[in-house]
């Protein structure tokens, strides 16, 4: 259930037999559909094939935590978590299953109607709809309150107007959450979420495919609304004035996702770098005979063995229904911070090497930086901690 690379037991909530044997499954499903050398082409295409998603629908992957009673294989957060956890061990985290499966799609089955989760769930969980959430927008990002997409109602649909940036399966998604004032008048109280089809959607357009510096095997994307017709049931829950509240509930888990993440490709990155110094020889030594590069690995052990030790409490916590904001907020920018640290010290123990894209830990660097950006920075992550002091 680990890479080994730590030396901690595994959490006894994780050892149930058929999570045990989902780890097992998704392990092979990830070797044998998005093996290193198909990432390698995905990553100079900038996106996943479309393929990737009904595949893994197919396999069961997606929606994997969804309620029975919605329709779901009855499983849980733990599921999710090790999807996250392998996809990290095995680089293969370009893959934005963890957004469609942890973020998007419980907001269907927390706060949609019966009619709603049975007009989309199934579709989501088979692949046939590939999930977004797009809050933020060209001029607004951390002051969530201040979007300026509108919803307006008119006769029996939306009319929605607007752009969002930096959008997460920006590209392949056709099922977006649009977070959107149905309220231009009000802050926080008049934003609702709003869920676009967007196959034949008229004045729904994708922007570039952004180049970032690192993730380019995920389809980040502007997305553009002129006029487009929305129909009243499609707001979820089919009330208005909620979306910040449901954002705000849903965030933890999404701060929590985040922190699995860094904690999973910070222990790739240490086995990676383990094997690299146990061969490479400098000064007619191996590098880890010297004595910094043992005290740099000690160090950067020691630093993911807590994180790890705390992110799986706060799993426990989570599992339990008592993972509170500020504790996932703790928990994003606290590990985040420390994978961008630690990767960044392996990176050197590399040399020269260490710095070619083609070296797995010059990925892992570059895919690190985001972390400590997006689902919230780190910095509203301390003004969310500050607020409990
Ligand atoms: C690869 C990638 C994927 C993303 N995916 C999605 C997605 O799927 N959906 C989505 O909606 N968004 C997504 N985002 C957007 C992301 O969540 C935002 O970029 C992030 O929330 C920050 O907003 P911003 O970029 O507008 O920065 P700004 O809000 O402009 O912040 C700029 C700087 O000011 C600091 N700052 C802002 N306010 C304060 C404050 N009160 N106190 C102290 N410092 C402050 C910030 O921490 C930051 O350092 C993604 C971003 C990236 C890069």
Redesign the pocket.
Same mark, same amino acid.
């Given at each position: 259930m680990s890479m080994n690379v730590l030396n901690l037991p595994t959490p006894s909530f994780m050892q149930d037999e058929d999570i045990v044997l989902f780890n097992d499954s998704v392990a092979k499903w990830i070797d044998d559909h998005a093996p290193p050398e198909k990432f390698a082409q995905w990553i100079a295409a900038s996106s996943v094939p479309r393929g990737l998603w009904n595949a893994a629908g197919d396999a069961g992957l997606l929606g994997v935590s969804m309620p029975e009673e919605d329709g779901g294989f009855g499983g849980d957060y733990r599921h999710e978590v090790v999807i996250m956890q392998q996809l990290g061990w095995k680089g293969a985290d370009h893959f934005g299953i963890s957004?469609h499966n942890a973020i998007v799609m419980p907001y269907i089955w927390h706060y949609g109607t019966e009619e709603q989760k049975a007009r989309w769930l199934p579709r989501l969980q088979s692949g046939e709809l590939v999930g977004?959430?797009?809050?933020?927008e060209p001029g607004?990002?951390?002051?969530l309150q201040g979007v300026k997409t509108t919803a307006i109602k008119k006769g029996d649909h939306y009319v929605l107007n607007g752009s969002?940036t930096?959008? /997460?399966?920006g590209q392949l998604a056709n099922f977006i959450i649009v977070v959107a004032k149905t309220d231009p008048s009000e802050g926080s109280k008049g934003m609702s979420l709003i869920c676009l089809e967007t196959d034949g959607a008229e004045g729904f357009e994708r922007g570039r495919n952004l180049h970032?510096i690192g993730?380019e095997a995920?389809d /980040?994307s502007e997305l553009f609304f002129n006029d487009v017709k929305v129909p009243l049931e499609n707001a979820i829950g089919g009330s208005e004035g909620q979306g910040f509240v449901q954002l705000m509930q849903q965030l933890p888990q999404e701060r929590l996702n985040i922190a699995i993440q860094g904690c999973a490709a910070a222990e790739r990155g240490l086995e990676a770098t383990l094997a690299y110094v146990k061969e490479r020889k400098a000064f007619g030594k191996r590098v880890i005979d010297f004595q910094n590069t043992q005290f740099k690995l000690a160090e950067i052990k020691t630093k993911l063995t807590v994180a790890r030790v705390f992110v799986n409490h706060c799993i426990e916590q989570h599992l339990q229904g008592k993972l509170d904001a500020a504790t996932a907020s703790m928990a994003k920018y606290w590990v985040t911070d420390i994978q961008g640290e630690t990767i960044d010290e392996m990176l050197q123990l590399f040399g020269g090497y260490g710095y070619m894209t083609e070296y797995p830990i010059a990925q892992l660097y570059k895919d690190a930086r985001?972390q400590r950006?997006?689902?919230?920075?780190?910095?509203?992550m301390k003004?969310l901690i500050a607020r409990t002091l």
């Open positions: 957004l977004a959430i797009a809050m933020t607004v990002g951390s002051d969002k930096f959008i /997460t399966n970032k993730m995920n /980040t985001v950006i997006y689902g919230g920075t780190n910095e509203i003004l």
